[in-house]
């Protein structure tokens, strides 16, 4: 379950990066919170992972380990991030492989809510925003998906530490 302290780094990690792309910060929404935490309990018993088909934007992160994991908030928000990288800013708009990132700092999204279950070698986080972001007209993203202070964004921001990890899906 998403603690308190989960819930609050989780919510620091993204309006950090939103602060980088000019984009206000999110507040953390209950009703978001228990919704997202009802779906990350239910993928974990059903041993799935899938969007809820809410009409809230979502994030959905994966990951699995032989040994017990500690997953932070900051984790699951830097791997959606890390998308950045491939982001076309000639040419705004959605991709599979970007998706998480476009949500993470869409402008007019204003809620958060963030729902985590393990089982201990097993943890599902969902993320889900309101208003929804990746509305898939190019001029939508051109006025929600900024780019960071100084220009077009190219990886993780300085002074990140970059950990690769092959045992972790962003959904």
């Known amino acids: 379950m998403a603690d308190a302290s989960f819930q609050q780094e989780f919510l620091e990690s993204h309006n950090t990066y939103r602060a980088q792309h000019n984009t206000p910060p999110l507040t953390l929404n209950s009703e978001l919170n228990a919704a997202a935490q009802r779906w990350a309990d239910r993928l974990l018993a059903l041993g799935?992972?899938?969007?809820?088909?809410?009409?809230d934007?979502?994030?959905?992160y994966y990951m699995w380990s032989s040994a017990p994991i500690k997953l932070t908030?900051?984790?699951?928000?830097?791997?959606w991030y890390d998308e950045v990288k491939h982001y076309n800013w000639s040419y705004p708009?959605?991709?599979?492989?970007?998706?998480?990132?476009?949500?993470?700092?869409?402008k007019t999204s204003t809620e958060l809510g963030v729902g985590m279950a393990t089982d201990g070698n097993k943890v599902i986080v969902v993320g889900q925003y309101r208003p929804a972001g990746n509305i898939s007209i190019s001029q939508y993203f051109r006025e929600n998906v900024l780019p960071?202070?100084?220009?077009?964004?190219?990886?993780?921001?300085?002074?990140?530490?970059?950990?690769?990890?092959?045992?972790?899906?962003?959904?």
């Open 48 to 55: 799935v992972i899938r969007h809820s088909g809410s009409s």
């Open 57 to 60: 934007g979502e994030n959905i």
């Open 73 to 79: 908030g900051k984790e699951a928000v830097d791997s």
């Open 93 to 106: 708009g959605f991709s599979g492989n970007t998706g998480h990132f476009t949500q993470l700092v869409w």
């Open 148 to 171: 960071r202070d100084g220009g077009e964004s190219s990886g993780a921001p300085s002074g990140a530490e970059e950990q690769p990890r092959n045992t972790c899906t962003p959904f």
